[in-house]
């Protein structure tokens, strides 16, 4: 899982902790298939012989002493009869800009000079990539990594997941990126980023259809597509590689409402080598499905696209 250190800048001076941080909350998330109890994210992770936090219950925006930027965010779900004092407590597409459609998080109360907003800002400065625990339940989340400040603003922060457009480090990049999309393009693919990143946390990082453990080859696709009024909601995606995601959205294999798959005669009769065979021997397996019921496949969904399946051209 060493991979993940692509994701930082050797120049960043908390890269070791960084690095480490980020394999460790990987390997709890798979565990854990993509929700996490606080008391499993409050025991932390080790370098060498140093036992590091992920984050606190006393602070949304978490620097460990170890570090001189940020690490974490937060978001929590209030118990019953609590007020929610941030407006980004909750996870839902209110928490959406309107502009950009990155995820919108309020800084921390005290200005930005506080010193827990002045370590976001640092992140943001050196494009350090955070984890972020979005709460679904009191005491539980699920974990989003990696994700990265876009913006600073007065009293709340931008984030895009790697999943995100506009999530470039390289300025040449991004004024190309702003040339080709308009700016409602680039606001529909930064809403959908983080329906992504969501979708494949609560997977546990792993492909429905074959296991795949890659985190760079998989995405969260849609069972109804967002064009045909399908919601960002887990309940409307499956975690899928990108081979996996090219033969669903062309209906070469398919989902009933039970969770089984279905290869398409036109794949079934062709005959070349063993990837071709891999995804024929499909036919017939179920899903793998999230640890979390409430984020298994909405079966109506699954039954609306599979007669999509059924009648598209062979």
Not at 47 to 71: C, D, H, N, W
Not at 84 to 102: C, I, K, M, V
Not at 252 to 270: K, M, N, T, Y
């Amino acid at each position: 899982m060493m991979y993940l250190a692509r994701d930082i800048s050797s120049s960043d001076p908390d890269h070791h902790v960084r690095s480490a941080a980020l394999v460790a909350i990987e390997r709890l998330s798979r565990q854990h298939g993509g929700r996490i109890r606080w008391a499993d994210i409050q025991r932390g992770f080790n370098v060498g012989s140093e036992r590091i936090y992920f984050a606190t219950r006393a602070q949304g925006i978490f620097k460990p002493k170890q570090m001189s930027a940020a690490l974490s965010i937060r978001t929590v779900i209030p118990r019953s009869g609590r007020e929610a004092w941030y407006r980004d407590q909750g996870f839902g597409g209110r928490n959406s800009d309107p502009e950009t459609g990155l995820l919108r998080y309020d800084l921390a109360r005290g200005g930005p000079d506080e010193s827990s907003n002045r370590s976001l800002r640092m992140a943001l400065e050196r494009r350090a990539p955070l984890i972020y625990f979005a709460g679904f339940a009191p005491s539980e989340y699920q974990s989003i990594f990696p994700v990265w400040v876009e913006e600073f603003r007065e009293n709340e922060v931008l984030l895009a997941t790697t999943d995100s457009l506009v999530s470039v480090a390289d300025s040449i990049v991004r004024e190309s990126v702003e040339r080709t999309y308009s700016p409602t393009m680039v606001r529909a693919r930064n809403h959908q980023a983080w329906f992504s990143a969501r979708t494949k946390s609560a997977y546990g990082f792993r492909c429905a259809f074959s296991g795949l453990p890659v985190r760079e080859l998989l995405v969260g696709a849609h069972i109804i597509s967002d064009a045909d009024g399908g919601p960002a909601s887990v309940n409307n995606g499956i975690c899928m590689s990108t081979l996996h995601h090219s033969a669903y959205d062309t209906h070469l294999i398919g989902v009933d409402p039970d969770f089984r798959v279905h290869v398409a005669p036109p794949l079934r009769e062709r005959q070349d080598g063993d990837l071709l065979s891999n995804l024929k021997d499909l036919d017939g397996n179920r899903l793998h499905l999230p640890s979390q019921r409430d984020d298994w496949p909405d079966r109506e969904f699954l039954e609306q696209r599979f007669e999509t399946f059924n009648t598209a051209p062979t």
